[in-house]
């Protein structure tokens, strides 16, 4: 058994009878002699079980019950009484208790009853978790908050010290979510993955000061994609429940990765569909539109010779109004037709520093601190300065205009020579974005900006994803924006 248990109890024979007999099950007992100690060991802390004594004075056992439950709804609490007081033990019962113990204590009827209250806390608590992740899963879309939430519900419920999600990429295993402590080592966590992949089960592993890792695989139609792993605390042995547990979790966790990856592809099929459709009606404006604007500029010219300043401000609002309409068109022709890459040696530090150079409009009378941090180790990369212009430069305005008058820009470049990546992230202190805007941030046309088109961060991911890399976005609501481009080093 393990838990920690509050015993009550004015006679201290009982207190000390009873911190014994739980000790030796695994138990950590708190014991102390009267109601008011044992709500202040409520308030400091949470607990598995109690233990009350019903007749206690200024508070009985009941009376004690109902305040406990108050600070901790759905503690178990065994009341103990003498053979004498049994009905007033069902009468406990009735209004909340789990269970009674009588006096003196039999000691295997003592390891039932305790053991059957934290059995049944245990799959309450656990069945509630499962429910919270499930809705969790079920309402995102995106991997990120998926496996974060996979992480940190699993190192909740087995009670490890730590928890993370590992996927498979190119033949290896990679560590993409944790929760808990930080590992003192990575190896045995990636081993005991490396090891539930391979052979498809649940699996443990002894690692570092003999604590155990426990992994389950993450199964897919095709076969395993990752491991759920936990790693216990020091000299703790995992029961059977522990594995079943941990195999539930990694099931609600493939459902979930599933269900993302299916809604990804039904997403990008329907956006190509669109992007399709865009480009054809795109191609049918841009000639009528080109004579629109020659007609607004036409009248313009006209109206300000008449000396009609109004009318004249008139047609240029039409012309405005039609140069945004040319600039949509000529994003959505870019989208329809992804260019071909041109690759060249390309230091990305030197292409960041001629897009902030570009930005420096924007920056002029707002308090906002341009912070760098730049590995100065990164290889010469082979890409499209041209293309990946227009994807940085995307990123750096939208940062810009996220964080108002005042704020902080951090940009940063570095090498990941383990993936054989350039890492560049953009940081902005600003508005964030709440999760529903972040589900739909690649999509086409969709837009939190007046005057936007809703294009940039679609055109963005399609020049990365040709290049062969990956842009991710991490965002909250009222806490700004971490997008993080990464891009291949080999050559062509």
């Not at 009550?8 to 009267?34: N, Q």
């Not at 309450?124 to 939430?149: F, H, N, P, Q, Y």
């Not at 041209?386 to 951090?410: C, D, P, Y």
Request: hydrophobic share 45%; glycine share 8%.
């Amino acid at each position: 058994m393990k838990g920690r248990v509050l015993v009550v109890d004015d006679d201290p024979e009982i207190r000390e009878v009873l911190t014994m007999r739980l000790e030796a099950l695994g138990l950590g007992v708190t014991a102390v002699g009267g109601p008011r100690e044992a709500l202040a060991a409520l308030d400091a802390g949470g607990f598995d079980l109690a233990l009350f004594d019903l007749r206690m004075e200024p508070m009985d056992g009941i009376a004690l019950m109902k305040a406990a439950h108050e600070r901790q709804p759905g503690l178990p609490v065994l009341v103990m009484t003498a053979h004498g007081s049994i009905e007033d033990a069902v009468a406990a019962i009735q209004r909340g208790a789990f269970d009674y113990l009588t006096k003196p204590f039999v000691p295997d009827e003592l390891r039932a009853r305790v053991g059957r209250a934290l059995s049944e806390r245990r799959w309450t608590r656990d069945r509630g978790r499962l429910k919270a992740v499930g809705e969790t899963l079920a309402s995102s879309g995106i991997m990120e908050r998926i496996l974060d939430a996979v992480a940190q519900a699993t190192v909740e419920a087995t009670e490890a010290e730590r928890s993370v999600v590992f996927l498979l990429e190119h033949g290896q295993v990679v560590p993409m979510a944790s929760a808990g402590t930080q590992p003192k080592a990575w190896e045995p966590l990636q081993a005991a993955a490396a090891a539930a992949v391979e052979k498809g089960v649940p699996t443990t592993i002894t690692g570092v000061e003999g604590r155990v890792a426990l992994a389950a695989p993450l199964v897919v139609k095709n076969g395993p994609v990752g491991a759920l792993v936990v790693e216990c605390a020091e000299r703790f042995t995992p029961t059977p429940e522990d594995m079943e547990l941990l195999a539930l979790f990694s099931f609600q966790a493939t459902v979930a990765l599933k269900n993302a990856h299916e809604l990804s592809q039904l997403r990008s099929g329907a956006l190509a569909a669109l992007g399709r459709m865009a480009t054809q009606v795109a191609h049918e404006l841009k000639n009528p539109l080109g004579g629109l604007k020659l007609y607004a500029r036409h009248l313009e010219k006209r109206l300000g010779d008449a000396s009609d300043p109004e009318l004249a401000e008139l047609a240029q609002k039409i012309g405005r109004a039609v140069d945004h309409l040319a600039t949509l068109v000529t994003e959505i022709t870019a989208y329809g037709r992804p260019p071909e890459l041109k690759v060249e040696p390309v230091k990305v530090t030197q292409l960041l520093d001629e897009c902030l150079s570009l930005t420096q409009d924007r920056l002029s009378g707002r308090r906002i601190q341009v912070v760098r941090q730049e590995d100065p180790d990164i290889p010469t990369a082979f890409l499209d300065p041209r293309e990946l212009r227009k994807v940085f430069l995307n990123l750096l305005l939208n940062a810009l205009e996220a964080m108002g008058e005042e704020g902080t820009l951090s940009v940063g470049a570095a090498y990941l020579p383990e993936e054989a990546m350039v890492q560049v992230t953009v940081e902005d202190s600003g508005c964030g974005m709440s999760e529903e805007t972040l589900s739909r941030v690649f999509d086409l046309f969709f837009t939190t900006k007046p005057q936007g088109t809703g294009l940039g961060m679609a055109i963005s991911r399609s020049v990365v994803d040709l290049h062969g890399g990956r842009i991710d976005i991490e965002s909250r609501l009222g806490q700004g924006t971490r997008v993080r481009v990464l891009l291949p080093v080999r050559q062509p």
